[in-house]
């Protein structure tokens, strides 16, 4: 009863604004033992029906009857009421009884003051309605209490669902839901303690809530309301849209969209404690309290409450939003700046930004992912992500034309097949005879396709080995042939090539038309090359098969006639068209810097008509046709359809295979350059992560991504070829098989990078090198080129980085290069090379190896027996300086080769 004085005292003297005794109440929590006791969850478990009879009942009845006298004193009424009447009180709901358990008082910790003064910071403030318990504020309760109003620990809980937690009674409820104190049957999302009615989904908040629509969140007493909410404290009857902490009356004549705590005659939106909006009267009472609600911790809390509740319902009303504009497939390149990602997900940035923070990427807007981390990334937002090329992300759009304007085109022929076995030769055959028969008059230049014209029809051929043409194209994702022709040496049969050749031409869906070449030779054997092709697929029409067959002599001109009917046979049925009348579209063949003429292009054209000053985009670069030729030299202002046009005009040199598009005008073209330039500064980083490397293999093998090891090799002669290839071939497992894709003699060329490029290949280069423009292409590709001399070391290092096992790397720096400027033949001594350093440094201590200006092969490797500066000996020589090198024990060398100097470091594999 001492207490329930106290109680007492307290609540007259915080109506009539005396704060001295507040601490009265804090005294509360020190609670006699038994008390607490029988009020905590375990002691009512054990005895329900005697916890809601035990003398807490009294307390609360006089508890009861002394708010509803403080708020009887204030004016506020008591129990349900109308929501005409100024009271906040008046303004709850009519709650019909929902069938609760008798309640039990909560030990009480709350500052009365703060209660009458419409403090309902406290989440689990509650006040009553429902359960005939009449108005006023009552019952209230700590947080830590859980669930101290209402405290049946013997009632059965409804079944409910996962994410629920809060004690108390808890009606059939949905996932997620979380809170103490009566919860009636509710929808998923809802958190909170205190009564809260039915609800729909996604509400939270503490103390009484009335029945409301989604969407709600806020503390204190809240009373039915419409949707999108939040906001603790007091609120009566409103529309939707508003929250805000504090005491709030029924907003009905508010405009929707008010927040903040309310406040007693203040304008919408006031933060600050207020009467309830369009209720009058109720002015005056409730501004009596603005000064101690706002001095009071409670009032910084319900701040708190209020912006966390409104900023989460936020947060979480713009999440869904956001979610609901994501696409559900987006096309990207194989590396995106996240900025750009979010833009194509249609997320803001920092979403997108603590998104990939979550998945252990600490990224800017402006940092790169590739495609794998952008595939995860959409596939949380239930985007699927399509990888394209960088043409295919800056497409230009199609122009519309009539069916009706498209012929037939001539066939676009590339010629494919094994090294040596007649390609070229076939191929200046057909143009030779071709130029031979008239056509002469310009100056003949190589320009990398032509077009020939027979009885029955012209024909355009790609003028380049099969390989590199046909293979860099694909690398690029263009197709420009119609047929391949596939050259076997009738005295040689199907080699490597010829099968690598079938493979390309089968994965490009390409016809094949087979030449048996050199028939003319004692040792050719074609039927022998028919018997092997069928193993590949390649069944012979003669032996019920589908594959022509035409045997020549590119040497002699035989069957060259009967092949090139054949060809037209086959355009014949495949029937190309193409529309003369439309912009030009086609493909660059091959382009180069020309000193006289700046930046050409041989240009296929696929569609359309080109003409002179015609602005397009070939690749990443822009042009205007400023002149056109054809093979012949001959000046030309338009190139139709399967025409091979060498084109000047551009602003840089694109790659073979890059697509070629006539634009509106150089705007647009410089335009659509621009962005693909962008796209491609952005996609340089992406090839390392996916080019196989001796260092990453392994790693690549035990993913299961890596099946068949692709390996070129080059050597300086055929018998190393073959054995490097032979050794190599022998290190196949049942896991992984190696390939030889390519086995040549001779130094690394741009094709065999462009081969290895396409393939995913590694290419090892045995006593020969790549010249600087190679190596150079190398690095733009990331392909590697590993260097050998001694065999053993080539098969240990693949095996081992097969098998995840490698050695410490030694790596090889090359310090400097030399030219061989003068050779003074000295008796006794040996040949003294008379140098220039033409990069970096030469020393003493270095390896070096000689590199033939002619082959471009390395001649000998060994080290420097003596090295001088005029006629001293010297450690070093730097660039731009002459000294004479004496090479221990190699004199073979000529004016014009190069010796390298070179440092070998060991560093640790990193797998
Ligand atoms: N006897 C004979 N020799 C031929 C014939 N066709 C080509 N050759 C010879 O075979 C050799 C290789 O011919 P190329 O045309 O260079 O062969 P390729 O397939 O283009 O070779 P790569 O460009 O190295 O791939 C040359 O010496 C040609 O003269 C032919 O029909 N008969």
Redesign the pocket.
Known sequence: MEEQKSIKETLQQGASGDKTKKKLVIKKKAAPADEKKESSPSAQSAEPVKATSAPSSDKKKDLNELIREEAKRQGLGSGPQAPSQASPIVSRPERKPEPQPERERPPMDRKPESILSGDTSSPNYRSGGGQGQGGGNQGYFRKEDRNPIVSRPTSPRPQRQDGQGGGGYQGNRGPGQGGGGYQGNRGPGQGGGGYQGNRGPGQGGGGYQGNRGPGQGGGGYQGNRGPGQGGGGYQGNRGPGQGGGGYQGNRGARPIGQGGPGGAGRPPGDASFGAPGGLPGAGGASGAKKKVFDKEKGGREENENTKFFKQSFRKQKAQAAALAAVPKEISILENIQVGEIAKKLNLKPGEVISKLMKMGMMVTINNVIDAETASILADDYGCKVKIVSLYDETVIEEEKDAPEDYITRPPVVTIM??????????L?TIRSSRVAEGESGGITQHIGAYQVETERGKIAFLDT??HEAFTSMRARGASVTDIVVL?V?ADDGVMP?TIEAINHAKEAEVPIIVAV?????PAANPEKVRQELSNYGLQPEEWGGTTIFCE?????N?GIDKLLEMLLIQAELLDHKANPKRKAKGTIVEAKLDPGRGAVATVLIQNGTLRVGDAFVAGVHAGRVRAMYDDLGHSIREAGPSFPALVTGLDGVPDAGAPFDVVIDDKEARSISHSRQEYERLGQSKNAATRVTLDNMSEIIKQGALKELKVIIKADVRGSTEAVKEALEKLSTADVRLNVIHAGTGAIVDSDIILASASNAIVIGFHTRANPKTVSLAEKEKVEIKYYSIIYDVVNEVKASMEGMLEPEKVENVIGKVEIRDVFKISKVGNIAGCMVKSGKVTKQAHVRVISSESGEITWEGKIKNLKRMKDDVADVLTGFECGILLDGFNDFSVGDEIEAYEIREIARKL
Request: avoid cysteine; proline fraction near 4%; glycine fraction near 12%.
């Open positions: 097949g094994h090294v040596d076995h007649g390609k070229t030769k076939l200046d080995p099969g050259v040496a090539q070449n050199k028939i003319d030779l020549i002599s590119a040497k002699n035989i």
